[in-house]
């Protein structure tokens, strides 16, 4: 590439980037490197910062600066049940959807036999745990409509069920194999709204 070894390595970890490609990543670094003072320099300081200080929140999984993230650390969450999703991406889109104000239980993906994906590496464990802890009323399944989410709401739905809590998952519209990430806000709203028992 540009023949600088720092560079080059620049280059090809931007490249593995999600949207980003080789192409891309080339782009943009060059673009760094021309603006430095409004760019480079604090873009490399904003990187040393989360690194230095973005963690996973104890309790739900989101990011946290800290031991908490935002969403457990505000009482005013405290109340609004308990939504589980999959991953950090379809927290955040729950959020933009702006339709929920409890707090979230992310479990880092779905049960899968074939990529050998236990309930003990999904933070299922730990979801039942907080449930009862909490003394949680609903847990909403937000959890993608594909073959493996709903093997794992099914799941979660038993681990919950000598807990007495009410397990509801969010109405269909959510489209098969589908993302959160990718849906609309009206629609994570709708299909909270018409969400149902499990
Ligand atoms: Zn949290």
């Excluded at 959807?97 to 479990?107: D, E, P, S, W």
């Excluded at 609903?138 to 709401?153: P, Y």
Aim: glycine share 10%.
């Amino acid at each position: 590439m540009g023949g600088d070894a720092a560079v080059d390595r620049l280059i090809a970890l931007m490249a593995r980037l999600p949207g980003l490609g080789p192409r891309s990543a080339r782009r943009a670094v060059l673009t760094m490197i021309r603006r430095r003072e409004l760019m480079l320099e604090p873009l490399a300081a904003a990187l040393a910062e989360v690194a230095a200080r973005v963690r996973e929140c104890r309790r739900c999984g989101n990011i946290a600066e800290g031991e908490l993230c935002a969403i457990c650390a505000d009482p005013a969450r405290a109340t609004g049940g308990l939504c589980v999703v999959e991953t950090v991406a379809d927290l955040w889109a729950m959020e933009r959807g702006g339709a929920f104000r409890g707090r979230y239980h992310v479990l880092g993906g779905v049960l899968s036999a074939l990529d050998a994906v236990t309930p003990e590496s999904l933070r299922i464990p730990e979801l039942v745990a907080r449930a009862s802890e909490e003394a949680t009323r609903e847990v909403i399944l937000a959890l993608n409509a594909t073959i493996d989410g709903q093997t794992t709401a099914h799941y979660i739905a038993d681990a919950l069920a000598p807990l007495g809590v009410t397990v509801t998952s969010l109405a269909k519209g959510v489209p098969i194999g589908g993302e959160l990430d990718y849906l609309d806000d009206g629609t994570i709203g709708a299909a909270l709204l018409a969400r149902r028992a499990l």
